[in-house]
């Protein structure tokens, strides 16, 4: 499967962004799907993810109650809203095809993911 992430971009502390990852593939559906983050220097890290018909949802602890992770199956895409942003939200974010909160193995490329960068 490819991934395309978008909608990243530099926002001041507070702010909010909406972030889409689109799928390749006629499989999209049939998986749950994650959002991945990877700071500077840090490895790369679960966010959120969402069953795949969407009824169930998993949050880090971190951006309980600021992020809301869904996904339209039809448009073979997931989204990520980000509300109330803070600077070590700062990182790329990538989704991908997820079992838990780890990606699946072997699902294919991450792709360049989307910079998001929150400024104080």
């Known amino acids: 499967v490819q991934l395309q992430a978008s909608g990243g971009g530099l926002v001041q502390a507070g702010g909010s962004l909406r972030l889409s990852c689109v799928a390749s593939?006629?499989?999209?559906?049939?998986?749950?799907m994650g959002w991945f983050r990877q700071a500077p220097g840090k490895e790369r890290e679960f966010v959120a993810s969402?069953?795949?018909?969407?009824?169930?949802?998993d949050y880090t602890d971190s951006v309980k109650g600021r992020f809301t992770i869904s996904r339209d199956n039809a448009k073979n895409t997931v989204y990520l809203q980000m509300n109330s942003l803070r600077p070590e939200d700062t990182a790329v974010y990538y989704c991908?095809?997820?079992?838990?909160?780890?990606?699946?193995?072997?699902?294919?490329?991450w792709g360049q993911g989307t910079l998001v960068t929150v400024s104080s």
């Open positions: 991908a095809p997820s079992i838990g909160r780890s990606s699946r193995a072997n699902f294919g490329s």
């Open positions: 593939g006629r499989t999209f559906s049939t998986t749950s």
């Open positions: 969402i069953s795949r018909l969407g009824s169930t949802t």
